[in-house]
């Protein structure tokens, strides 16, 4: 189906969206990337309408790790909802979730907006006045992989988000670079990362996310939080499995699923 008219493709995604479908079949194969960020961000725009209110972004794919398991070799972003922060320790249940599996992150909060283009990776870090060791909560509702379009669409995988104690102010030897994770399964040693798989850095993923926005008339505002995207592969949770990760020196951040 092309995209002829734009408002109408919106709606078209929109209706099939309360009817509880995500990855529509009719569109597979059709869209390209940016318009799959174009109608992305024109149903946000719907939610905010109607009431919602937007709390930050999400940046994915930024880690090699990432970008080998789902077969992508560029970031892309989605949207954080109020309904999105979840604090360390909340116990979800399972059978609510679309096949969910989880990611470790750092999430940055703004102090000044950050608008492109042209934003380096010097005006990004003096944005950030405090960060929290977080996990992504992440749903497969369709073939991410083989339909990355319409993932896009979908907020590419956007559940919720899970976050541990603030650092606030940030100490002046406070390296993200370096800031490492251990990720654990029901106590069981999964992964490591650091921070330098974020892009080489995590503030390159306010760099990216900040420019790229541009293309598109938006820009991140003071308050904003932004989830830096995973420091290693993203891990399926079954019912029943508790979640950690503990970054140093940030904290540590957990879940459980019944």
């Known amino acids: ?18 009817e509880g479908v995500f990855f529509p079949q009719e569109w597979e194969d059709t869209l390209t990337i940016n318009d799959a960020c174009r109608i992305q961000l024109a149903l946000l725009d719907r939610y905010i309408a109607q009431g919602a209110r937007q709390v930050g972004w999400k940046v994915g794919l930024t880690s090699k790790a990432m970008q080998d398991q789902f077969r992508v070799h560029e970031p892309l972003f989605g ?28 999430c940055m909060t703004l102090g000044a907006d950050l608008v492109g283009p042209g934003v380096d990776a010097q005006a990004a870090l003096a944005s950030v006045v405090s960060v929290m060791p977080a996990m992504e909560l992440v749903e497969t509702r ?39 994770v251990r990720v654990s399964v029901n106590g069981t040693l999964v992964a490591e990362g650091t921070g330098d798989a974020v892009l080489g850095h995590p503030v390159n993923s306010l760099v990216w996310l900040a420019n790229k926005l541009a293309e598109y008339g938006r820009g991140l505002r003071a308050g904003d939080v932004v989830m830096s995207g995973s420091l290693t592969r993203q891990f399926a949770i079954s019912q029943g499995d508790t979640i950690m990760a503990a970054f140093d020196p940030l904290g540590e951040v957990g879940a459980s699923f019944t």
Do not use: H
């Open 142 to 180: 369709g073939p991410f992989t083989e339909q990355l379009a319409l993932a896009i669409t979908d907020n590419i995988q956007q559940r919720g988000i899970i976050l541990g104690p603030e650092t606030r102010p940030l100490p002046s030897d406070l390296d993200l670079q370096a800031v490492s």
């Open 1 to 18: 189906m092309p995209l002829a008219d734009f408002e109408q493709t919106v709606e078209a995604f929109w209706r099939r969206r309360q």
């Open 79 to 106: 949207y954080l909802m109020g309904s999105a922060p979840n604090d360390s320790g909340t116990t979800f249940d399972y059978a609510s979730l679309i096949k969910p599996a989880f990611e470790n992150e750092i």
